[in-house]
């Protein structure tokens, strides 16, 4: 799972609403917040390209982006990586920590709720995991 910049966010939360963009529909979309140019964007969607944070696919002769990683994958492994990391918590946030974002549909509450679970459950296995001789 890679985690994505605090920049590479504010272009996925496009993505993951609209699903496939271009990059001038991206750019539009997010100016408000980021105060970039279009080159930036462009630069900082093909460095999220050659992570595997976004894909690109031609649509119509024209390059569009559509998320490399799932919504509440990537939430639930920053969510799970600030519990473990930040706050020193043992065990996961409850999903209903999103219960207002707008971001989450309450009908996928569950399932984030599950990858909760399931990252907290791997991150004490590999925390109680001998190492390696």
Do not use: C
């Not at 519990?83 to 509450?109: C, K, N």
């Amino acid at each position: 799972m890679i985690r994505p910049s605090e920049f590479e966010l504010k272009l996925l939360r496009h993505l993951w609403h609209r699903r496939r963009l271009s990059a001038r529909e991206l750019h539009d979309a997010s100016v408000d917040e980021t105060q970039w140019s279009h080159s930036t964007t462009r630069k900082t969607l093909d460095r999220m390209a050659e992570k595997g944070l976004v894909r690109v696919e031609a649509m119509h002769g024209i390059n569009t982006y559509v998320a490399g990683q799932s919504k509440l994958e990537t939430l639930a492994a920053l969510a799970s990586a600030f519990a473990r990391d930040v706050l020193d918590l043992s065990g996961p946030l409850p999903a209903a920590t999103f219960a207002s974002s707008r971001l989450i549909a309450p009908e996928e509450m569950d399932e984030l709720d599950d990858m909760l679970k399931r990252m907290s459950t791997a991150d004490k296995a590999s925390v109680n995991k001998e190492p390696e001789q």
